[in-house]
């Protein structure tokens, strides 16, 4: 099976065949740790790309690979007549993808989705992606756009350093992870040149810039600015040198990019320095802390050190020191047409100023990719067809998972049965088109668990905006009971009633994962207080009164906008996506993480098989097994199985089709199995361009071959003794019938007639005597010395020696038989001249078979003195 599996894997002739995940069988049981094997195996001798049936799984090595992503190779890809014959490489789909729209009457748009958990690879493939798209386009033999190419490609590829800084940051899992999903339209006009592009985000992890997670970081752009920050920079940002925030933990850690971002950011604008004196406004804020006030009726007291910072950041985001902190410690209630000023306790206090600083980030984000988007967006009459690139988060499971983590699932479910979708598709299509009559009906359908978190009329996203749009505050216990009252019809969701915290449990595709209910519904909410909007509108910064103004104006138009919740504004803009997706030809990629702690090269079984799992590969799998899981052509199947070179036969086929036929009429025979044809057609199909073999097809090969070779093995080993056994026996018989170098000097020629008629010159007689067959006996037992050397010729040798060895009679043939004085033969030589020895002592070749059975041919040590006398 080994043999058979790494040719499956690796093609059958080394490195030039597309490789392919095979898995084992064993009745319905599909083990993918044969798939872990196999990454392994590659993993160790640096292959990073595997193919995995229309899947492309990629292992992170952490570590530059520079030789592997060069402009050598992104042209040897690119020219190639057949891309799919080289090594799998991210280029191979890129290039697919990009023929796809080139080569087609009708261009359809293409997607490519790259999947994983945080720090498998996205970020980095997503970049290769697009400097692939860029030099495929750059490289145009049309000049006239040579320039305006150029032009899109560096706003295409600046506007990345800019994304990650604001949108990425360090955690647990990766030092570069991204913190939003996005997908990129890189929009191609009719010659295929890169025109433009879009970029579309989902949900940005705002709250981790007013709460990181345990020893994790804020955004990559806030340590840039005060790691890299000139004192120019520095005063304008009203920062000093070694001043410490309470938002940027963990800053002695080592920050890259700044110098990078502030190149990339003089190309694009010079607006984006007012953002920046924006984002210093934010970490000023975060260092203003309260103090609770020993009357309630009273606000809230302001630290003394804090006021400092309330006073700069009051300045950096161009509004009243008095109003912010106003806004920050009173809350407005509105009783009919009246309005009530309220003191807000410390805890509220700060979740104010939590809530300032995400909805002022979040809303600069949201400018921020506009702006990009306007920078390198082509107008719509100048491209006619896109390459969309998906980087999204992977499927998460926390010791703590919470709102973000059920959105990020809910994605992730939802390209899970896009996937299954497309790829059961892709298969049923390739069977049709081969010839071949097939459908797929046992594979794993996540559409209980979709209907479980967004079905109607009742699930679980319906029933946290129900309880997200009363005006009271949320209870998790109570929260708790009513889900278990309207959800308890579907099996994907189970609750833990000893659990002292209220969660509930749902069964991913990936795994089950628990969600903690305390604290869902008000980030479900994600409340921003007017009086906060009102004051930022007010703000003399000119981006930042915009941004706040525009959203008004948007609030306005849309009746109840306000009011829209996480949950469903996640849930239009991921409909949105799949709308986009399901009209494209999907590329699938899957990131793997090696091991959890980023280290190069190393290779973590358990790790590795959890992702497999979490990024549908098992799956994959599961659905590839239920049909016809290889496949070869026909040359590549005479090769695997009967190892004979490709001379491009066109009759290759009707060989593999008999040599399969044979094997199972073979087996259709055997008493010990019962295998009817109909079972027979289900094992192997011979397509019109393709051989489709069954897991059970290939294992039952597979046994067969390793019973051949294990006979031929045997078979080897009994050669070798014989042939060692030979050589002692042919070394001790030269050195016993050494005399023959006088036979073939001073040996007499024969006269012609005595020639003609037979004779034999025995070495102690001077003359030729003619000696028949039957008297031989008695020659050798009168000889005077134990060894006789005689010249035969012709006839009269060939019975000579076959006298001697005693060979039976056989029908049509002569009759030779020695009646006496046989038994003293130990051995037969033939040497030059004609000259035969025949050696009458006991000697190592004693025990030769001179009479071999009557039945059998002649065979052994006889053959080979036959072979080598006559």
Not at 284 to 310: A, I, Y
Not at 537 to 562: M, R, V, W, Y
Request: aromatic share 8%.
């Amino acid at each position: 099976f080994s043999d058979i599996l790494r040719q499956c894997c690796f093609g059958a002739r080394g490195e030039t065949q597309q490789y392919s995940l095979v898995t084992a069988e064993v009745g319905q049981r599909v083990y993918p740790l044969v798939v872990l094997k196999c990454l392994q195996a590659r993993y160790s001798a640096k292959v990073f790309y595997t193919h995995a049936g229309c899947t492309l799984v990629a292992l992170n090595p952490f570590q530059p690979i520079p030789d592997l992503y060069s402009l050598d190779v992104m042209k040897e890809y690119h020219c190639a007549p057949q891309p799919q014959e080289f090594k799998p490489h991210i280029f191979i789909v890129a290039e697919e993808a990009y023929r796809n729209v080139r080569g087609q009457l009708v261009p359809v748009n293409q997607s490519l989705v790259v999947s994983g958990e945080s720090g498998a690879g996205k970020t980095w493939t997503s970049r290769c992606l697009m400097k692939y798209y860029a030099t495929v386009a750059a490289s145009s033999s049309v000049v006239k756009n040579q320039d305006t190419v150029e032009r899109i490609e560096r706003r295409v590829l600046d506007s990345n350093p800019i994304m990650e800084a604001f949108g990425n940051a360090c955690t647990l899992r990766n030092n570069n992870s991204s913190r939003f999903g996005k997908y990129i339209q890189l929009q191609l006009d009719r010659c295929q040149l890169l025109v433009g592009a879009s970029v579309q985000t989902y949900l940005l992890e705002k709250t981790r810039v007013a709460c990181q997670p345990a020893n994790e970081r804020n955004f990559h752009i806030f340590y840039q600015m005060t790691k890299g920050a000139t004192d120019e920079q520095r005063k304008e940002w009203k920062m000093s040198h070694g001043q410490r925030f309470a938002w940027l933990p963990n800053s002695e850690k080592t920050v890259e990019g700044w110098s990078l971002f502030l190149i990339f950011m003089h190309r694009i604008t010079f607006i984006l320095h007012i953002a920046l004196q924006i984002l210093a406004g934010i970490l000023q804020l975060g260092n203003v802390n309260f103090s609770s006030s020993s009357d309630e009726s009273q606000t809230c007291d302001l630290e003394e050190l804090s006021k400092d910072f309330l006073q700069r950041a009051a300045e950096l985001l161009c509004v009243p020191a008095e109003e912010l902190q106003t806004c920050l410690r009173v809350r407005m209630l509105k009783a009919g047409k009246q309005s009530v000023l309220k003191p807000c306790s410390q805890a509220e206090c700060s979740v104010r100023k939590d809530c300032l600083a995400k909805v002022i980030y979040a809303q600069l984000f949201e400018w921020l990719v506009t702006f990009i988007n306007n920078s390198i967006c082509a107008e719509e009459s100048t491209w006619c067809n896109f390459i969309g690139v998906l980087d999204v988060y992977g499927f998460e499971c926390f010791h703590i998972n919470n709102l973000e983590q059920l959105c990020i699932n809910y994605a992730n479910e939802k390209l899970q049965q896009h996937f299954v979708a497309h790829y059961l598709r892709a298969q049923q299509e390739e069977y049709v088109s081969e010839g071949l009559q097939w459908s797929f009906v046992k594979y794993q359908d996540n559409q209980s668990c979709l209907d479980l978190i967004e079905g109607s009329p009742v699930s679980v996203f319906s029933l946290l905006n129900e309880e997200s749009r009363l005006n009271r505050a949320s209870d998790a216990k109570t929260l708790r009971i009513r889900m278990e009252k309207e959800l308890c019809n579907n099996g994907n969701i189970s609750w833990d009633k000893f659990s002292k915290e209220p969660h509930f449990t749902v069964a991913h595709y990936a795994g089950k994962v628990n969600y903690r209910i305390q604290g869902i519904v008000e980030k479900n909410k994600d409340p921003v207080p007017p009086e906060l909007i009102n004051l930022l509108q007010k703000s003399d910064n000119p981006l930042l009164h915009q941004i706040f103004t525009d959203k008004e104006a948007d609030n306005t138009t849309c009746k109840g906008l306000s009011k829209v919740t996480v949950v469903s504004k996640f849930k239009n803009s991921l409909e949105s996506l799949m709308k986009i997706l399901h009209t494209t030809t999907p590329h699938y990629t899957r990131c793997i993480k090696p091991n959890p702690d980023c280290k190069p090269m190393t290779f973590e079984k358990e790790e590795v098989i959890m992702q497999l799992e979490a990024c549908g590969i098992v799956e994959t799998i599961h659905i590839s097994a239920a049909g016809f899981p290889i496949r070869m052509s026909p040359v590549i199947a005479l090769i695997s199985f009967l190892d004979v070179e490709d001379d491009g036969n066109e009759n290759l086929r009707h060989m593999v089709e008999k040599l399969l036929h044979v094997v199972l009429r073979h087996e259709a025979t055997d008493p010990l199995h019962n295998l009817d044809s109909e079972k027979h057609n289900s094992w192997v199909h011979c397509g019109r361009t393709k051989v489709f073999l069954t897991q059970s097809m290939v294992s039952h090969l597979s046994v067969r071959s390793w019973l051949v070779r294990k006979e031929v093995h045997r078979w080897n080993r009994a050669a070798s003794v014989i042939q060692g056994t030979w050589r002692k026996w042919r070394a001790l018989a030269e050195a016993e019938l050494d005399d023959a170098k006088d036979l073939q000097e001073d040996m007499p020629a024969l006269n012609p007639i005595i020639r003609e008629r037979g004779s034999v010159q025995l070495s102690n007689i001077q003359e030729p005597v003619t000696v028949r067959g039957w008297p031989m006996g008695l020659a050798l037992a009168s000889a005077p010395s134990i060894t006789v050397s005689l010249t035969a010729t012709g006839f009269q040798k060939m019975m000579s020696v076959m006298a001697s060895l005693n060979l039976p009679s056989r029908k049509g043939e002569y009759k030779v038989e020695t009646n006496q004085y046989t038994r003293g033969l130990a051995s037969i030589r033939a040497q030059p001249k004609g000259s035969v020895k025949l050696h009458c002592q006991r000697s190592p070749l004693l025990y030769a078979d001179r009479q071999p059975g009557k039945k059998c041919d002649v065979t052994g040590f006889n053959e080979i003195l036959l072979e080598k006398t006559l």
